[in-house]
């Protein structure tokens, strides 16, 4: 069994080692997201190939995290994935000549948010549900078969995410069930007669998925698996807080949460339990570590170098390729210095090749290498940061070393303002140590009280806002069954535009960078929202509740339901598409243009616009190109 054990502790932050199969992990550390089947041999995959090459060979890389359900951003059939499958991960790169070998420790999570947005992996058929083509249900038994298939040597439990405004009776069912799946995976894992069957030798690390919005529902959270698992207890390693991706940039949330998990666990067994924090990396991870958080995951690094931005090596903040002017001066970490900018710049800036190698003064590369080396360099400084914070914990300097680099970052010096709500003493050492300006205010004499407010605050600002469930479904809406509904009879055009998570659709960024170029054509076109769960909603039905309060994203694995919303959407032009002269849809995403095109076909006809995309990615929805080829056609179908 793998074990977590504290080697040291500064006054607030602590040092430690993740023993794994695999080898150690020195905390406090950054695994790198990274996506490990992004083909269906290890040979593809893009930019993704390059990226694991430098990680697998990196020094500075301790452990990799992998995502349980990424397959399904990749098109695999449930075939490909069942030749994963066949043997661990790490097997497949060691096996293939053209890759460097795999040797860190893997950390493979849930897949808990790609299940919450999908009908496809339900409940088994025993339990109630449906079978499905890929053998994979939303059950602890069934991911935990996938994680130990992927040759995981840490695991997290399966969990129920807790989207934003979630209402809280479902919040506090969705958390409850998390705890029953961690207390039901580590008794699997401590039953010999099942691992015997699955052929374990080396039980994997566990670490205990949990969520919540506030101090108080994490702290719960914690203190009630605790007394649910007295018998397994010992089997797990630690907790990982996830739902906090989206509080990024409220750092005296995070704060709280982060401080809650850690109130929760008794002193005389915090020495032996590791905090993981899903998806933050960057400049909040230094106070997080001052609160006692061991690892960190994120793919920031790779998302980053998308969009040719580099972390700024002084600023950390992201700066484009094309903005880098001294480069001889600009980052002395080894990714840098394999770099030929030059060749670089004209791969990236200049040259319109795809797909193909681009000729520079030092060979030919592929523009994936260029976005790979870019992705390096990131990583390379978030590691770089961890040491740091690693060698201050060890020279009694953690305090110090978050406080330097609180100036001049807004929102790390809010995050430690915050900390000392809880813990007082903070606000007197840094004025001890000279930071005044770091020092909290009269106005937070004490943590409880502030933190009373906080909550008063936050539940006014909840009550102006929608309150969402989980639980609607395909019946709760569908506009054909309403018999007041007429499209307006002045329209000339029909306008089908994709649903967005911002609620109503008429009022997200995606929709509005639409209708702000449609302004002339105002009252001659009909908007109609693609729901990826209810499949039309026209305008005049946004509002209404299970349009409002539902929280659900469509992708291409879920078939059945895009082959529901491409019907429901055929039966719509079937019913209503003579009314209009044209019939125009401008959507990006891969799962949407499917069913629209789908539909299309069958009504006999519709144009989808952009005509011919770069990629079948948000980002192309809001190109001004794509935008402009509507427009242009809207311009020719009203002259």
Same mark, same amino acid.
């Given at each position: 069994?793998?074990?977590?054990?504290?080697?040291?502790?500064?006054?607030?932050?602590?040092?430690?080692?993740?023993?794994?199969?695999?080898?150690?992990?020195?905390?406090?550390?950054?695994?790198?997201?990274?996506?490990?089947?992004?083909?269906?041999?290890?040979?593809?995959?893009?930019?993704?190939?390059?990226?694991?090459?430098?990680?697998?060979?990196?020094?500075?890389?301790?452990?990799?995290?992998?995502?349980?359900?990424?397959?399904?951003?990749?098109?695999? @059939?449930? /075939?490909? %994935?069942?030749?994963?499958?066949?043997?661990?991960?790490?097997?497949?790169?060691?096996?293939? /000549?053209?890759?460097?070998?795999?040797?860190?420790?893997?950390?493979?999570?849930?897949?808990?948010?790609?299940?919450?947005?999908?009908?496809?992996?339900?409940?088994?058929?025993?339990?109630?549900?449906?079978?499905?083509?890929?053998?994979?249900? @939303?059950?602890?038994?069934?991911?935990?078969? %996938?994680?130990?298939?992927?040759?995981?040597?840490?695991?997290?439990?399966?969990?129920?995410?807790?989207?934003?405004?979630?209402?809280?009776?479902?919040?506090? =069912?969705?958390?409850?069930?998390?705890?029953?799946?961690?207390?039901?995976?580590?008794?699997?894992?401590?039953?010999?007669?099942?691992?015997?069957?699955?052929?374990?030798?080396?039980?994997?690390?566990? $670490?205990?998925?949990?969520?919540?919005?506030?101090?108080?529902?994490?702290?719960?959270?914690?203190?009630?698996?605790?007394?649910?698992?007295?018998?397994?207890?010992?089997?797990?390693?630690?907790?990982?807080?996830?739902?906090?991706?989206?509080?990024?940039?409220?750092?005296?949330?995070?704060?709280?949460?982060?401080?809650?998990?850690?109130?929760?666990?008794?002193?005389?067994?915090?020495?032996?339990?590791?905090?993981?924090?899903?998806?933050?990396?960057?400049?909040?991870?230094?106070?997080?570590?001052?609160?006692?958080?061991?690892?960190?995951?994120?793919?920031? $690094?790779?998302?980053?170098?998308?969009?040719?931005?580099? &972390?700024?090596?002084?600023?950390?903040?992201?700066?484009?390729? /094309?903005?880098?002017?001294?480069?001889?001066?600009?980052?002395?970490?080894?990714?840098?210095?394999?770099?030929?900018?030059?060749? #670089?710049?004209?791969? %990236?800036?200049?040259?319109?090749?795809?797909?193909?190698?681009?000729?520079?003064?030092?060979?030919?590369?592929?523009?994936?290498?260029?976005?790979?080396? &870019?992705?390096?360099?990131?990583?390379?400084?978030?590691?770089?940061?961890?040491?740091?914070?690693? *060698?201050?914990?060890?020279?009694?300097?953690?305090?110090?070393?978050?406080?330097?680099?609180?100036?001049?970052?807004?929102?790390?010096?809010?995050?430690?303002?915050?900390?000392?709500?809880?813990?007082?003493?903070?606000?007197?050492?840094?004025?001890?140590?000279?930071?005044?300006?770091?020092?909290?205010?009269?106005?937070?004499?004490?943590?409880?009280?502030?933190?009373?407010?906080?909550?008063?605050?936050?539940?006014?600002?909840?009550?102006?806002?929608? @309150?969402?469930?989980?639980?609607?479904?395909?019946? /709760?809406?569908?506009?054909?069954?309403? *018999?007041?509904?007429?499209?307006?009879?002045?329209?000339?055009?029909?306008?089908?535009?994709?649903?967005?998570?911002?609620?109503?659709?008429?009022?997200?960024?995606?929709?509005?960078?639409?209708?702000?170029?449609? =302004?002339?054509?105002?009252?001659?076109?009909?908007?109609?929202? %693609?729901?990826?769960?209810?499949?039309?909603?026209? =305008?005049?039905?946004?509002?209404? *509740?299970?349009?409002?309060?539902?929280?659900?994203?469509?992708?291409?694995?879920?078939?059945?339901?895009?082959?529901?919303?491409?019907?429901?959407?055929?039966?719509?032009?079937?019913?209503?598409?003579?009314?209009?002269?044209?019939?125009?849809?401008?959507?990006?995403?891969?799962? $949407?243009?499917?069913?629209?095109?789908?539909?299309? @076909?069958?009504?006999?006809?519709?144009?989808?616009?952009?005509?011919?995309?770069?990629?079948?990615?948000?980002?192309?929805?809001?190109?001004?190109?794509?935008?402009?080829?509507?427009?242009?056609?809207?311009?020719?179908? #009203?002259?």
């Amino acid at each position: 069994m793998s074990a977590f054990r504290t080697l040291e502790k500064d006054e607030y932050g602590r040092r430690g080692v993740i023993d794994t199969p695999a080898g150690q992990i020195q905390t406090p550390a950054l695994l790198p997201v990274a996506n490990l089947i992004g083909g269906t041999t290890p040979k593809s995959g893009g930019i993704w190939r390059y990226t694991r090459r430098h990680l697998f060979q990196s020094d500075s890389v301790q452990g990799i995290m992998f995502q349980t359900m990424t397959f399904l951003d990749y098109n695999l @059939t449930p /075939d490909n %994935l069942e030749e994963w499958r066949e043997k661990p991960l790490k097997q497949h790169f060691d096996e293939n /000549d053209e890759e460097p070998g795999f040797s860190q420790p893997l950390f493979v999570d849930s897949g808990g948010f790609k299940l919450m947005n999908s009908t496809t992996f339900g409940q088994p058929p025993d339990g109630g549900g449906s079978e499905n083509d890929w053998g994979i249900y @939303t059950n602890p038994e069934s991911i935990l078969e %996938l994680q130990l298939d992927y040759g995981a040597d840490i695991i997290a439990t399966l969990d129920f995410p807790i989207p934003q405004n979630l209402n809280q009776d479902e919040a506090t =069912e969705r958390m409850k069930k998390s705890i029953d799946n961690a207390v039901e995976c580590l008794e699997m894992l401590n039953d010999p007669e099942w691992l015997d069957e699955w052929g374990i030798d080396e039980t994997p690390s566990v $670490y205990v998925a949990i969520h919540g919005h506030s101090y108080e529902d994490v702290h719960w959270y914690v203190s009630r698996f605790l007394d649910r698992a007295e018998e397994v207890d010992e089997a797990f390693e630690g907790f990982a807080l996830g739902s906090l991706v989206p509080l990024s940039n409220s750092p005296d949330v995070l704060v709280d949460i982060v401080q809650g998990a850690r109130d929760a666990i008794p002193e005389n067994r915090y020495e032996g339990i590791a905090l993981h924090v899903f998806g933050i990396s960057g400049r909040l991870c230094p106070l997080l570590a001052l609160l006692g958080v061991d690892t960190f995951d994120s793919a920031n $690094y790779l998302k980053a170098a998308r969009n040719k931005s580099f &972390i700024h090596p002084k600023t950390w903040k992201r700066t484009k390729l /094309d903005q880098i002017e001294d480069w001889d001066n600009w980052c002395s970490c080894q990714a840098c210095q394999d770099i030929h900018i030059d060749d #670089m710049r004209h791969a %990236l800036l200049e040259s319109d090749v795809k797909y193909k190698p681009i000729e520079g003064e030092h060979g030919t590369h592929f523009k994936s290498e260029y976005y790979a080396q &870019i992705a390096h360099h990131n990583f390379e400084l978030y590691s770089r940061q961890m040491q740091d914070v690693r *060698d201050a914990i060890d020279n009694d300097g953690l305090l110090e070393l978050v406080a330097d680099f609180a100036q001049g970052k807004n929102i790390v010096e809010k995050g430690l303002k915050r900390a000392q709500l809880h813990n007082p003493e903070l606000r007197e050492q840094l004025a001890d140590l000279g930071y005044e300006a770091l020092v909290a205010g009269p106005d937070t004499e004490t943590f409880q009280t502030k933190l009373s407010s906080f909550h008063e605050d936050i539940d006014d600002e909840q009550e102006q806002k929608r @309150t969402i469930s989980l639980k609607y479904g395909p019946n /709760d809406f569908d506009v054909l069954q309403y *018999d007041g509904y007429q499209p307006p009879s002045d329209a000339s055009v029909l306008l089908i535009l994709p649903c967005s998570q911002e609620k109503p659709y008429s009022d997200s960024r995606t929709h509005q960078a639409v209708i702000s170029r449609l =302004e002339d054509y105002e009252k001659r076109y009909h908007k109609v929202s %693609l729901s990826g769960l209810y499949g039309p909603v026209p =305008e005049a039905y946004e509002t209404i *509740d299970p349009v409002m309060g539902y929280e659900y994203v469509l992708t291409t694995a879920d078939e059945d339901q895009v082959d529901l919303v491409a019907n429901r959407l055929a039966k719509y032009l079937d019913q209503y598409g003579e009314q209009f002269d044209h019939i125009f849809a401008y959507t990006t995403s891969k799962a $949407y243009r499917q069913a629209i095109e789908e539909a299309f @076909t069958r009504y006999g006809r519709g144009e989808i616009y952009p005509s011919e995309p770069r990629a079948l990615q948000l980002t192309e929805h809001f190109r001004g190109e794509n935008i402009d080829e509507l427009v242009d056609r809207f311009d020719t179908s #009203m002259s």
